[in-house]
């Protein structure tokens, strides 16, 4: 049985002395300690929120800037093949002409040879008449 005399109100005042004690002691450090526990991790993961954002942003601009250099360098190319293009046509032009000219310098020439052929020829047709009729009859024309 509980026994009701000086003692109980005694135990009382030791408990509450222990309690307001223990709270300015033990449990406030404790409480401060985890409050500031907590304020650093939620710092952290603004920290890294932040750090994300500014992660994904230069991310973005770094594709940005590489998509801009890519369409640079496409039309740097498409302008250097145009002009390779026009040079190498150019060059197939002047190949062209100098092989027509060199064509019809062949041409001319085999044209003087066929004339000077043609014209000794013509001036030996009597002569060679003249031999094939006295072949075919057997005597001198």
Do not use: W
Request: hydrophobic share 45%.
């Amino acid at each position: 049985m509980i026994d009701l005399d000086i003692t109980l109100p005694i135990q009382l005042f030791n408990i509450l002395f222990l309690i307001v004690v223990l709270n300015a002691i033990l449990y406030k450090p404790i409480r401060g300690i985890l409050e500031k526990r907590e304020k650093y991790f939620a710092d952290l993961e603004q920290d890294v929120e932040n750090f994300d954002k500014n992660a994904q942003a230069r991310l973005a601009e770094f594709d940005k800037k590489m998509m801009g250099a890519r369409k640079k360098a496409k039309t740097e190319v498409e302008s250097v093949r145009s002009a390779a293009q026009s040079s190498g046509q150019e060059t197939v032009d002047k190949i062209r002409k100098e092989a027509e000219e060199a064509k019809k310098a062949q041409l001319a020439q085999i044209e003087s040879q066929f004339a000077d052929a043609h014209k000794t020829l013509v001036g030996q047709v009597d002569g060679f008449a003249n031999e094939i009729a006295g072949k075919v009859l057997g005597r001198a024309v």
